[in-house]
């Protein structure tokens, strides 16, 4: 009996993980940054140079915020409460800035590419 | 005494073509596709400011005028650069997000400037124009995904 549920355990386990391989278990790392009361948390991101990565952006802020930057031609939107998912291409090391275009006061953030 | 300011504004403005303004045009990697209607109308009202096609006028070359259009073309490519096309699209939010802001912006009659359309003509579009703008850009935002 024991058996049987370590069986169908495993079986659903496997079921999930390979539905979430479509979306998101891909080669490629995920970072995640959060904003709230006018910050960025964290406010500096360490990442692999020559290797995609995804950023999620997460709002807890009261009004929409514009995730933006220059360097790394980004500009999304977050409404309050959502998270977005911000592919990024394979980048040579540096330090690429980020900022909340609707809220010029929040300090940047930088994203530093090693 | 009243005589010496016409000569010291004429030093002033001859001393000011001395500062340097880097008029330059980096290379284009991938240009926005869109059909040769619309090209031609962005490219004439548009690529200027938002491109590294910009096309110097003669008076972007003196003081202090020079300074003014090369803030413009300078904040223009970094807010919105049609030659850096494939980099907003390899993120579909961002290349949704900039569409919708053209489209917004090109109805309300935002852009191009209004200093820039008083100065060249062929960036003047009409509503017609504009719609047409407007109508492909919002269809390709939706296009683009989330």
């Known amino acids: 009996m024991r058996f049987v549920h370590l069986v169908t355990f495993s079986a659903v386990l496997l079921a999930v993980c390979a539905l979430t391989a479509q979306t998101e278990c891909s080669d490629s790392p995920i970072f995640t940054i959060r904003a709230e009361a006018g910050h960025f948390t964290p406010s500096q991101l360490e990442v692999a140079a020559n290797q995609p990565f995804t950023v999620r952006v997460t709002s807890a802020e009261k009004t929409p915020i514009e995730f933006e930057s220059f360097e790394l031609r980004r500009e999304r939107v977050v409404r309050p409460g959502e998270t977005i998912s911000v592919n990024m291409p394979p980048l040579g090391p540096g330090t690429y800035k980020f900022f909340d275009d609707f809220h010029r006061d929040t300090p940047e953030g930088a994203i530093v590419v090693k | ?146």
């Open chain 2, 1 to 146: 005494m009243a005589a010496r300011w016409p000569a010291a504004a004429a030093i002033l403005i001859v001393a000011l073509q001395l500062m340097p303004v880097h008029r330059s045009n980096p290379p284009a990697t991938a240009d926005l596709s869109a059909p040769p209607e619309i090209s031609s109308m962005l490219r004439d009202a548009c690529y200027d400011c938002h491109s590294n096609h910009t096309r110097w006028p003669w008076y972007s070359a003196i003081a202090p005028v020079s300074w003014i259009v090369y803030r413009d073309v300078a904040e223009g490519r970094r807010r919105l650069n049609f030659s850096d096309w494939d980099a907003y699209a390899s993120d579909p939010g961002t290349a949704r997000r900039k569409l919708t802001q053209i489209a917004d912006l090109v109805i309300a009659g935002k852009m191009a400037p209004w200093y820039y359309r008083a100065l060249h003509p062929r960036a003047r579009l009409d509503p017609a124009q504009r719609r047409i703008i407007a109508r492909w850009a919002a269809t390709q935002a939706q296009g683009a995904g989330r």
